[in-house]
C-alpha cells in the first residue's frame, strides 16, 4: 500500500466519523493515529462449529491497520465494507459485498 491508498483510507475513514474523533481506550482522546504501510488479512474459514483445522479458508477480507502512536493499541477496518474494494484495486467475491 503507497502514501495515497493510506491517503484515501484516512480520508474514508474521517469522512464516515463525520464530527466524532477517534478516540483511544488506553491513551485517551488526544491520541495519534497512524495507518500501517501493509494491510492485514482475516480469514473465514467455515461455520462457527467448525475448528480452523477442519476447514481451509475460503475467504480473506483485507484490513487497515490502525494503530494509535502512543500506545500501540490497534484497530482494524474492513476495506471492502470501508466502501474502498474498486478504488483500492481490491478483487471480491460476490458473497463479500
Ligand atoms: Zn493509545
Not at 67 to 82: A, R
Request: include cysteine; proline fraction near 7%.
Amino acid at each position: 500500500m503507497n502514501s495515497g491508498h493510506r491517503e484515501i483510507i484516512m480520508d474514508k475513514i474521517l469522512e464516515k466519523m463525520g464530527d466524532r474523533r477517534l478516540v483511544c481506550p488506553i491513551s485517551g482522546p488526544e491520541a495519534k493515529w497512524s495507518i500501517h504501510p501493509k494491510t492485514a488479512s482475516v480469514y473465514a474459514v467455515g461455520a462457527p462449529n467448525e475448528l480452523p483445522v477442519q476447514s481451509m479458508p475460503s475467504q480473506a477480507y483485507p484490513l487497515a491497520v490502525i494503530i494509535c502512536e502512543d500506545c500501540g493499541y490497534t484497530i482494524f477496518v474492513n476495506l471492502i465494507k470501508l466502501g474502498l474494494a474498486a478504488e483500492l484495486d481490491i478483487s471480491v467475491a460476490s458473497d463479500e459485498q
